[in-house]
């Protein structure tokens, strides 16, 4: 596709519930991003792929959170048993490769999750 | 470990003024620096991308230069508009094969520009 792709775009959930976003990068593009942004703060890494294997899985707040890499392509994040502080924005990047190519990284829309 | 800092956290100018925003990084070895703009509740776009063998970049108003032995850039807006207003975000990307690196950004800038 022209862009990265979420989706949803915005999803509310009760806690308690599991939650998967969705990430379609730019075609070709093997490396991969997945950010958190909570109201008024800044970029939280959650993890990173380069192709289908995730290097760093650091950024991950806790267990509930996990994420896979299918094809080398679509990216799923899954949030388990939401709690309230999971609700924030859910940003998803990618480029041709860890070090950015020759365009850089392009950021999808953002998928707003909000838990009640 | 690669630190970004912005300073800073926050600007707020009268329209028609120029605006200087500035990025330190930590760790000279990186392979790019990519600027970012996002508006409240948005994604971020992309603004410039500097190679780290160039100096600087320019796009419309936007300028952005790069001194990566004292491991900073600085981005430009000329004429400032209060179209500009948003946070604006540094990033640095490692170099390939980078072992522990990874795409690192600053706290950002938030822009304020007065009509």
């Known amino acids: 596709g022209a862009g990265v792709s979420q989706s949803p775009s915005n999803k509310v959930t009760e806690k308690g519930k599991d939650v998967e976003l969705r990430c379609d990068p730019i075609?070709?593009?093997?490396?991969l991003y997945w950010y958190r942004q909570s109201l008024g703060q800044g970029l939280e890494f959650l993890i990173y792929?380069?192709?289908?294997?995730?290097?760093?899985k650091s950024g991950l707040p806790s267990d509930r959170f996990s994420a896979e890499r299918t094809g080398g392509s679509v990216s799923t994040l899954t949030i388990q048993r939401t709690q309230q502080e999971d609700s924030a924005v859910y940003l998803c990047?990618?480029?041709?490769?860890?070090?950015?190519?020759?365009?850089?990284?392009?950021f999808g829309s953002g998928t707003r999750l909000t838990v009640v | 470990k690669q630190e970004v800092t912005q300073i800073p956290a926050a600007l707020s100018v009268p329209e028609g003024e120029n605006l200087v925003l500035n990025c330190s990084f930590t760790d000279s070895a990186i392979y790019n620096l990519q600027w970012f703009r996002q508006d409240p509740g948005k994604g971020l776009t992309s603004l410039l991308l500097?190679?780290?063998?160039?100096r600087e970049q320019t796009s419309g108003r936007l300028n952005a230069s790069l001194d990566k032995s004292s491991g900073r850039s600085t981005l430009y807006i000329a004429a400032s508009q209060p179209g500009d207003s948003a946070t604006y975000l540094c990033a640095v990307s490692p170099r390939p094969k980078a072992a522990g690196n990874k795409l690192t950004f600053g706290g950002g800038t938030r822009v304020l520009v007065k009509p």
């Open positions: 500097i190679q780290s063998s160039q």
């Open positions: 990047a990618s480029s041709w490769n860890l070090s950015g190519g020759p365009s850089g990284y392009t």
């Open positions: 792929f380069q192709g289908n294997s995730a290097p760093d």
């Open positions: 075609s070709g593009h093997t490396a």
